[in-house]
């Protein structure tokens, strides 16, 4: 029989049936959809986690005191405390793929300012850590290398701390009190929102040289802060940062570094394995579904076949062939499970904009998914309806006939 | 020139352990153009010669040669074929395909004949439709048609591929003795245009519109003759008088 025709059989059987249609294809739907929506959920948010890291700067390096090992049982990161000034300097100096580096001193304390109280993060960095970063101000001005080197007492306010502290007036030119030391207010920052490591406006930045001679011992800084030159040098950054460090700390070859990189691809790469591996798990609990759907499939195309063995014994007494009725059956399975992808499809995409409008959840609609989804379903159609077309096909034409 | 030649031919049924010989070594040739009875009681293996030669079944043993080509040798596929393009059946339960108009029941068979020789299925099957006078009807479907009218549109679908045979197992065994005749009229007229035909009944009534008589008895073959008259069934209905037995009023035919 020609294809148009087998096409005409199998449109006519399913709109005959619209009910029991639709049942069949309720699984596909049902499975499609799914694979569809928790993909578009979890590409989602891995792609915001992503975006949230990135948000940490731009081509972020970290040097951090402390063993190489990442993770580890290394106890105590800072404990071997190794890191100085100088060596922010020499890097400026000698590195080539370094557009930026900061030092960065970590304290933390009471802030006090007009008879209101906040407990925050206060961090020494250098006039270029905004660059690093990637951050900007929403009023006043940053501190400049001549407020370093007097160690002026001058910050500048994290959004979260701005509306602590002042609410609604403007703190720029206003007195706080860090550890009862007097600070004069010079700028506030934009709000960078919070991300997985917590809100990042939370914050107050003073000059270096203040939080490093006023604030701590005045010996060794936190950490450095770098911005490599391009994405595509950070590998080539990090040996080079290596290299000028462990010559400045007069590391021999068979010493290990006391301090250690981290790199912001490199935390995005472990957590972007991670989401990539839960949507992968999503998507793989929503290829099961899809599975119990193609069972349905079988399941109504076995009743159908068992209720239409008169329909098949007229077809072969009329001279069907046994291959004309598998590929007529095969054809509405096909069809059942292909019309179910399409409606998948689209109740998919309905389910990840209803997550992302109601539950505030990103999500990525990939249409490569759809695609995969779609020939999965027509897939499952070919498998699923095998054995029934061919339980059809190998029917007696006498026992057909006589079956009511 | 012979269309049907069945030799030594064997039908045995095994259920469980009981052999049952539906027929035992039949022979039985056919000419071009014969309209054949095969009577005998019931379980006799009318129904039984008639899958044979209608290639729906195989035989246990014999040989069958169809039109010159030897049947029995070939597969399922081929078989196919051959009624597809050889035979037309009609069936006691006339087996139309449940809601599907007239006209596709009758288009049914060219859709599968892969020789692919009629260009407009369609017009094909408007013709054979209309052969049996049911052109207007070509929209209803089977629950929408009288009895008459469904073995009627069988009857079209039989002969719309031209076959060399038509095999019809009780045709009129549904029918009521006035619609059977005027199946019996047509049959006669299909017959008059060449076509072979092969009828299984058990009333005398029927048969003897036929030009031959093929008696069964426990899947032996008893009795085979010539009839030297034969009687027409248009007349037999003119003398009947002319009872419409086309629509009443609200569309449908009133007979069984
Ligand atoms: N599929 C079958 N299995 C077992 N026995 C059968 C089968 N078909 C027919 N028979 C037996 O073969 C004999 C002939 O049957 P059949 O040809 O249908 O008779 P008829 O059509 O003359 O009434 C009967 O005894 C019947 O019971
Ligand atoms: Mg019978």
């Known amino acids: 029989m020609k294809i148009k025709n087998l096409l005409k059989v199998a449109y006519k059987s399913i709109i005959k049936n619209r009910m029991r249609s639709f049942l069949t294809m309720l699984g596909i739907i049902i499975g499609v959809g799914a694979v569809i929506a928790l993909v578009a959920i979890g590409q989602g948010t891995s792609e915001e986690v992503e975006s949230q890291i990135s948000s940490l700067g731009s081509n972020l390096i970290m040097v951090m005191p402390g063993s190489s090992h990442f993770g580890g049982v290394s106890r105590g990161a800072g404990s071997i405390n190794s890191l100085t000034l100088k060596d922010v300097d020499k890097l400026k100096k000698e590195s080539t793929y370094i557009r930026e580096a900061s030092a960065y001193v970590r304290a933390s304390g009471q802030v006090i300012a007009v008879g209101k109280n906040w407990s925050t993060s206060i961090n020494g960095v250098d006039p270029n850590y905004l660059i690093i970063k990637d951050w900007e101000l929403e009023k006043g001005n940053f501190f400049t290398k001549r407020e370093i080197r007097s160690r002026a007492k001058v910050a500048v306010l994290g959004k979260t701390v701005s509306d602590e502290l002042f609410e609604d007036s403007d703190p720029v030119g206003q007195s706080i009190r860090i550890r009862n030391i007097p600070f004069k207010v010079i700028g506030v920052l934009d709000a960078k929102g919070s991300s997985m490591m917590g809100d990042q406006d939370d914050v107050i930045l003073v000059p270096t040289s203040t939080a490093l001679y006023r604030m701590t011992e005045g010996k060794n800084i936190s950490m450095i802060m770098i911005s490599a030159v391009s994405n595509d040098v950070m590998e080539e950054a990090q040996e080079e940062i290596e290299t000028i460090l462990r010559k400045s700390h007069n590391l021999k070859d068979e010493e290990a570094s006391n301090f250690r990189l981290r790199s912001q691809t490199e935390i995005i790469d472990r957590v972007s394995s991670v989401t990539g591996a839960l949507t992968v798990l999503l998507g793989a609990i929503a290829a099961v579904s899809l599975l119990v759907g193609g069972i349905g499939i079988m399941n109504i195309m076995l009743v159908s076949v068992t209720e239409r063995t008169k329909e098949i014994g007229i077809r072969l007494a009329i001279g069907a062939r046994g291959k004309d009725v598998l590929v007529q059956f095969l054809i509405e399975a096909v069809l059942l499970s292909l019309v179910g992808g399409i409606i998948g499809i689209i109740f998919g995409v309905l389910l990840a904009n209803g997550a992302s409008y109601f539950m505030n959840m990103s999500i990525v609609l990939n249409p490569f998914i759809s695609l995969m989804a779609f020939s999965f379903s027509g897939a499952v159609g070919v498998f699923f309806g095998f054995y029934p077309a061919r339980k059809a096909a190998a029917m007696d034409p006498i026992e057909a006939l006589r079956y009511e | ?256």
């Open chain 2, 1 to 256: 020139m012979e269309i049907i030649k069945i030799g030594k031919i064997k039908k045995t049924y095994i259920v469980g352990d009981v052999k049952v010989h539906a027929l035992r070594k039949v022979d039985l040739t056919v000419k071009k153009g014969e309209f054949v009875s095969v009577m005998g009681s019931s379980g006799s293996g009318k129904s039984t010669l008639m899958n044979l030669i209608g290639c729906l079944d195989t035989p246990t043993s014999g040989t069958y040669i169809l039109d010159g080509e030897k049947i029995d040798e070939l597969k399922k596929p081929q078989l196919s074929d051959i009624r597809n393009q050889k035979i037309g059946f009609v069936f006691q339960g006339f087996n139309l395909l449940p809601r599907t108009n007239a006209l596709e029941n009758v288009e049914l068979p060219l859709l599968y004949d892969r020789r692919g020789r009629v260009k407009d299925p369609s017009e094909k099957a408007k013709q054979a439709l209309d052969r049996v006078g049911l052109l207007d009807r070509m929209d209803h479907e089977p629950t929408q048609l009288s009895g008459g009218q469904q073995q009627r549109v069988a009857l079209a679908r039989a002969l719309v591929n031209e076959p060399s045979i038509i095999l019809a197992d009780e045709p009129t065994g549904n029918l009521d003795s006035r619609t059977s005749i005027e199946m019996m009229k047509i049959l006669q007229e299909l017959n008059s245009q060449g076509i072979t035909i092969l009828l299984v009944t058990h009333e005398e009534d029927i048969a003897c519109y036929s030009s031959r008589i093929v008696r069964l008895r426990d899947g032996i073959k008893i009795e085979d003759k010539v009839l030297t008259e034969i009687r027409s069934a248009a007349k037999d209905l003119e003398e009947m008088g002319a009872i419409p037995v086309e629509l009443n009023g609200n569309g449908y035919s009133t007979e069984v």
